[in-house]
């Protein structure tokens, strides 16, 4: 990336699970600097190689994402039902190949059974308390559903909750909210 090149920044990505289900949910503002070039992107995905629902939701170059959308579901197709797995080895080549190494972006995926954050640094990480967070608003966001956990709300309750709070304090935030359910209720 160019030195002068002011970069995209931000967005929030969360995912909480609880109650036999899995909410994920980002907001839709992306912004060039200090301008917001959309205000309606869509950031949370659902891929369904082999016929099994993953929803995966992205912070970071959209490019970037959608090529790691489309390795992981090539992952999954290898190792169909096997999401940790397929994580572990999407991780590994980011890591490692010359041309993944320099994509940028964050992954929040889960198939209603294991919720996983991947990185390029190599990370497929199992978020503590069944809340994971990602982007520049994420910190705010996993704040809030944290806080929210413990309440008789539902895991897209608790999602959509705390994107409200992370878009009224993170500007490359705003409440044009997308979400995807997968999971058993009740």
Same mark, same amino acid.
């Given at each position: 990336?160019?030195?002068?090149?002011?970069?995209?920044?931000?967005?929030?990505? !969360?995912?909480?699970?609880? =109650? =036999?289900?899995?909410?994920?949910?980002?907001?839709?503002?992306?912004?060039?600097?200090?301008?917001? !070039?959309?205000?309606?992107?869509?950031? +949370?995905?659902?891929?369904?190689?082999?016929?099994?629902?993953? *929803?995966? =939701?992205?912070?970071?170059?959209?490019?970037?994402? $959608?090529?790691? $959308?489309?390795?992981?579901?090539?992952?999954?197709?290898?190792?169909?039902?096997?999401?940790?797995?397929?994580?572990?080895?999407?991780?590994?080549?980011?890591?490692?190949?010359?041309?993944?190494?320099?994509?940028e972006a964050m992954l929040i995926v889960?198939?209603?059974?294991?919720?996983?954050?991947?990185?390029?640094?190599?990370?497929?990480?199992?978020?503590?308390?069944? +809340?994971?967070a990602i982007g520049s608003g994420g910190s705010f966001a996993l704040a809030a559903?944290?806080?929210?956990?413990?309440?008789?709300?539902?895991?897209?309750?608790?999602?959509?909750?705390?994107?409200?709070?992370?878009?009224?304090?993170? +500007?490359?935030?705003?409440?044009?909210?997308? *979400?995807?359910?997968?999971?058993?209720?009740?």
């Open positions: 990336m160019a030195e002068n090149f002011p970069g995209w920044r931000g967005t929030t990505i !969360i995912g909480v699970a609880k =109650g =036999g289900r899995v909410c994920v949910a980002g907001d839709g503002q992306v912004s060039l600097g200090q301008t917001v !070039i959309k205000g309606t992107a869509r950031k +949370v995905r659902r891929l369904s190689p082999g016929g099994r629902d993953v *929803v995966a =939701g992205f912070a970071g170059s959209t490019a970037d994402a $959608f090529t790691l $959308f489309e390795r992981l579901e090539k992952k999954l197709e290898a190792a169909p039902g096997q999401l940790r797995r397929a994580s572990v080895e999407l991780a590994k080549d980011w890591r490692t190949d010359k041309y993944l190494r320099n994509l889960t198939d209603g059974d294991d919720l996983l954050v991947i990185t390029g640094a190599g990370d497929v990480l199992e978020p503590e308390g069944g +809340v994971a559903a944290r806080a929210l956990y413990d309440s008789d709300m539902d895991a897209e309750a608790i999602a959509r909750k705390a994107m409200k709070i992370a878009a009224e304090i993170c +500007v490359y935030t705003n409440e044009n909210i997308s *979400v995807e359910l997968i999971g058993d209720a009740g």
